[in-house]
């Protein structure tokens, strides 16, 4: 389970959980990547869950680096296992992670930039988060070979061509633009998110949207939230 939170050095505030798949391979199998996919919100989420993370995790840890005198601002991303309804913090990283931040981001109704003015302002007290009530997903494209090797520099096609509808969304991860056109440069290439009600829904309209695009150097899992969905 992914749990972040952002931080002004004086509050932090809960920002949204997701759930990633680091295999390779359906079925989370294979090498360890990093990341085919999320979903947001995790399946592991609960109200109890989430004081307990809170009160035995993030507020201890931000109050350490206070007494440390680092004056943390920013996001804080705890990757957790939970066993047992029991969080167990695995590490720690100082930024959204990826792809849990393109699931989680669209599900925002609040300004981003006035989050992270108020967080830098040390002023997060004054902003209530707004969220779509929503599920969303994320697919992520790789490049044949990835996570070991690949090939960069393979031409990419009709990505300008896909209407997308207010819930849907292309992320660039691993591309460049040659002359106008655009070729991979990366392991993890493209993201496609999809927001509704339905992961189901997400997953089938997001392989959709995949499969518009020509570029037979690309794979995906179609898999991913399969501990959510019940086929």
């Known amino acids: 389970m992914s749990f972040f939170t952002i931080n002004d050095g004086k509050n932090f505030k809960k920002f949204e959980t997701a759930q990633d798949h680091k295999r390779v391979l359906?079925?989370?199998k294979g090498k360890n990547t990093g990341g085919m996919g999320a979903y947001s919100p995790s399946r592991l989420e609960n109200n109890t869950l989430n004081q307990k993370i809170l009160e035995n995790i993030i507020?201890?840890?931000l109050k350490g680096l206070a007494e440390l005198g680092t004056n943390?601002?920013?996001f804080l991303y705890a990757g957790l296992m939970i066993i047992k309804d029991e969080p167990h913090l695995i590490e720690y990283n100082v930024r959204m992670g990826d792809p849990e931040c393109q699931t989680i981001l669209p599900k925002l109704k609040t300004d981003f930039a006035q989050i992270?003015?108020?967080?830098?302002?040390?002023?997060l007290n004054s902003i209530d988060f707004e969220w779509h009530d929503d599920n969303s997903l994320c697919i992520v494209v790789c490049s044949k070979g990835y996570p070991e090797n690949y090939e960069k520099n393979i031409q990419?096609?009709?990505l300008d061509k896909i209407l997308l509808e207010s819930n849907e969304f292309i992320f660039?991860?691993?591309?460049?633009?040659i002359d106008g056109k655009i070729v991979s440069n990366g392991g993890r290439v493209l993201n496609f998110v999809v927001r509704s009600k339905n992961f189901k829904k997400n997953r089938d309209r997001a392989i959709n949207l995949i499969n518009q695009v020509n570029w037979g150097n690309g794979f995906f899992r179609n898999d991913i939230a399969h501990k959510v969905i019940n086929e």
């Open 156 to 158: 990419i096609d009709n």
């Open 59 to 61: 507020d201890p840890t």
């Open 26 to 28: 359906e079925g989370d």
């Open 172 to 177: 660039h991860a691993g591309t460049k633009n």
């Open 116 to 123: 992270i003015n108020a967080c830098v302002s040390e002023n």
């Open 72 to 74: 943390f601002k920013g």
